[in-house]
């Protein structure tokens, strides 16, 4: 069955928990599940923003665990290209970089260890998501409005935010696919990316980015908030998978292998922290 363009969720009334990139990383799927039920969560109120199977060892019993859940999943890159077989994993990284080099090793590897049940899920997850929260109308995608690869970073050109916001009727764009979390506001809307729960933010910790979106008296508010899970059980079974060190060793040193796609502000963050931030919207009305 193809993927249905949209699925909307309806009206939330209560905090949402929103996460990206699971990229078959059972520790860190299992402890934002925790983090859900520690915060009170419930998992009809989480949403994934895609790529659930990836560099690391499990991806079969990480799309599992999001299964059993229940939790709202988008169609990453990663699910189209492993869902209808492709031969490459839809990144969008260049021909020949570092990056196509690593990922050709683990999109192999994933290939094999997923189930035909696994891939008809895949293929069955939407390519857009849509709910309204405090007045919010909210969209999440995975790279773009059109491009499910498309990679926005936080210091890309407000053009590039503008000329995709023009292509979304939402308020609040959720997007995933980039790996590092950021929000661009963009006059009254917000450009929202959770970041990525299986492997770390570039900024030399081993911490993984989740978020929540808390509805308001007027409006809503956005927190990126940082998680510790056991990465050191993670990137033991990366290893005994055989898979690539440069990942391995990411999850350990918060270290990208490649810096391939990154833009040239990203890349001089390189082994810089990330702070928690929280960022607020709150309808033109009120601002008026
Ligand atoms: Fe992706």
């Given at each position: 069955m193809d993927a249905p363009a949209e699925e909307e969720l309806g009206e939330f009334a209560e905090t949402i928990?929103?996460?990206?990139?699971?990229?078959?990383?059972?520790?860190?799927?299992?402890?934002?599940?925790?983090?859900?039920?520690?915060?009170?969560?419930p998992q009809t109120r989480m949403i994934c923003t895609g790529d659930v199977a990836a560099y690391c060892a499990e991806p079969?019993?990480?799309?599992?665990?999001l299964r059993a859940a229940g939790i709202t999943v988008l169609m990453g890159n990663c699910e189209e290209a492993l869902g209808y077989g492709a031969e490459s994993c839809g990144c969008g990284f260049e021909d020949g970089s570092r990056c196509d080099l690593l990922a050709d090793q683990w999109y192999r590897y994933s290939t094999v260890q997923l189930d035909d049940d696994c891939r008809a899920w895949m293929r069955a997850l939407p390519r857009r998501i849509t709910l309204t929260m405090a007045g919010a109308k909210l969209a999440v995608v995975h790279g773009g409005a059109q491009t499910i690869n498309r990679f926005l970073f936080a210091s890309n050109a407000a053009a590039e935010f503008a000329e995709e916001m023009e292509l979304i009727d939402a308020d609040i764009i959720i997007a995933g696919h980039a790996g590092i979390p950021f929000t661009r506001p963009m006059a009254n809307r917000i450009w929202h990316n959770a970041g990525a729960i299986g492997m770390p933010a570039n900024d030399g910790t081993p911490r993984v980015w989740y978020s929540l979106i808390v509805p308001q008296a007027q409006g809503l508010r956005l927190e990126h908030r940082s998680l510790s899970y056991d990465y050191?059980?993670?990137?033991?079974?990366?290893?005994?998978?055989?898979?690539?060190?440069?990942?391995?060793?990411?999850?350990?040193?918060?270290l990208w292998p490649?810096?391939?796609?990154?833009?040239a502000t990203e890349t001089?963050?390189?082994?810089?922290?990330?702070?928690?931030?929280?960022?607020?919207?709150?309808?033109?009305?009120?601002?008026?």
């Amino acid at each position: 069955m193809d993927a249905p363009a949209e699925e909307e969720l309806g009206e939330f009334a209560e905090t949402i928990l929103v996460f990206g990139g699971p990229y078959g990383n059972l520790q860190a799927t299992e402890a934002v599940l925790a983090e859900a039920a520690r915060l009170r969560i419930p998992q009809t109120r989480m949403i994934c923003t895609g790529d659930v199977a990836a560099y690391c060892a499990e991806p079969l019993a990480t799309a599992n665990a999001l299964r059993a859940a229940g939790i709202t999943v988008l169609m990453g890159n990663c699910e189209e290209a492993l869902g209808y077989g492709a031969e490459s994993c839809g990144c969008g990284f260049e021909d020949g970089s570092r990056c196509d080099l690593l990922a050709d090793q683990w999109y192999r590897y994933s290939t094999v260890q997923l189930d035909d049940d696994c891939r008809a899920w895949m293929r069955a997850l939407p390519r857009r998501i849509t709910l309204t929260m405090a007045g919010a109308k909210l969209a999440v995608v995975h790279g773009g409005a059109q491009t499910i690869n498309r990679f926005l970073f936080a210091s890309n050109a407000a053009a590039e935010f503008a000329e995709e916001m023009e292509l979304i009727d939402a308020d609040i764009i959720i997007a995933g696919h980039a790996g590092i979390p950021f929000t661009r506001p963009m006059a009254n809307r917000i450009w929202h990316n959770a970041g990525a729960i299986g492997m770390p933010a570039n900024d030399g910790t081993p911490r993984v980015w989740y978020s929540l979106i808390v509805p308001q008296a007027q409006g809503l508010r956005l927190e990126h908030r940082s998680l510790s899970y056991d990465y050191a059980a993670a990137a033991d079974k990366m290893r005994r998978a055989g898979l690539a060190e440069g990942y391995a060793d990411c999850l350990t040193s918060g270290l990208w292998p490649s810096l391939d796609v990154l833009p040239a502000t990203e890349t001089a963050n390189t082994g810089i922290a990330l702070a928690e931030q929280t960022f607020h919207w709150r309808p033109a009305s009120v601002d008026a």
